[in-house]
Structures are given as structure tokens and as C-alpha cells.
């Protein structure tokens, strides 16, 4: 037997364990949603979850909105203290909330979706402005 055939995987000795975070099913929310779901599992007010990490509550909200992202230590310590996995928090594999039920992941879609309306209303919004400014100076250069 050569070392090679000696070393390569079989159903029994294979290197990547049936139930590891490979063989997973990804959670396809963002960062910021996970953080929201793991605070809101682990009955942390964004406040108070500021305070334990030692950031603004407006810098947590900022994270949890997708505004920006927590560098590793904090996630680090995030992670801890919402008892998931900062693979979780980053890729939706691993160790995820365990309260989590079907009408949690119900609502964060709507709030998701509410979200979203609101954006795209804005986008709306600044679409108008945009094409009425367009108007006028267009209008300003024909009369010269």
C-alpha cells in the first residue's frame, strides 16, 4: 500500500466530519441580521449590549444595520457573549442561536422587507430630484 492511498479519505476516516460547518446549510441573512437575531435570542437590549463590549450604542447599531462591521476582537467577544460562533455572526455556518424559531426568522424578513421599502422609496425620491434637476438645466441651458 503506498502512502498516498493510505492517507485518502473514505467514508470512515473522512477529514471533514459529517456534521461540521462544511456540510452545513449557510444562513443567508448579513452580518447585521445574525447580530440582531443572537442579541434578541440572548434578551440584550442594544444598549446594554454596547455597554458589555465597550462601543457606542450607535456604533452596535451600526453594525447590526450593515453600516459597518465590528473588527475581530470585538466579534470575538460579541460571539461570546451571545453564545454563538463568530463564524456564525460572519458566514451563517456554525453554532447559531438556539431560541431561534420559525417566527423569529418570520419577522426579521419583515423587517427586512420594511427596510427595504423604506430605501426603495428614498431611491424613488432621489430619482425625482435627480430627474427634475436635470429639467431645469437643461431648460436654463435652452434659453441661453
Do not use: C
Not at 466530519?17 to 440584550?44: E, F, H, K, N
Not at 458566514?91 to 427586512?112: F, M, R
Request: net charge negative; charged share 20%.
Amino acid at each position: 500500500m503506498t502512502s498516498s492511498s493510505r492517507n485518502a479519505p473514505t467514508p470512515t476516516n473522512s477529514p471533514v466530519p459529517s456534521s461540521s460547518i462544511a456540510t452545513q446549510r449557510p444562513d443567508y441573512d448579513t452580518l447585521g441580521g445574525r447580530l440582531v437575531r443572537a442579541r434578541v435570542a440572548a434578551g440584550l437590549n442594544p444598549a446594554h449590549l454596547a455597554k458589555q463590549i465597550g462601543v457606542k450604542k450607535q456604533t452596535l447599531e451600526a453594525w447590526e444595520t450593515d453600516r459597518s462591521e465590528p473588527r475581530s476582537n470585538r466579534l470575538t467577544t460579541l460571539s461570546g457573549l451571545l453564545g454563538v460562533s463568530p463564524t456564525w455572526l460572519l458566514y451563517g455556518v456554525g453554532s447559531s442561536p438556539q431560541t431561534e424559531t420559525l417566527a423569529d426568522e418570520v419577522q426579521v424578513l419583515k423587517g427586512q422587507f420594511e427596510r427595504l421599502s423604506e430605501l426603495h422609496e428614498q431611491t424613488g425620491i432621489a430619482l425625482a430630484n435627480i430627474e427634475g434637476a436635470i429639467a431645469r438645466l437643461s431648460n436654463v441651458e435652452d434659453e441661453t
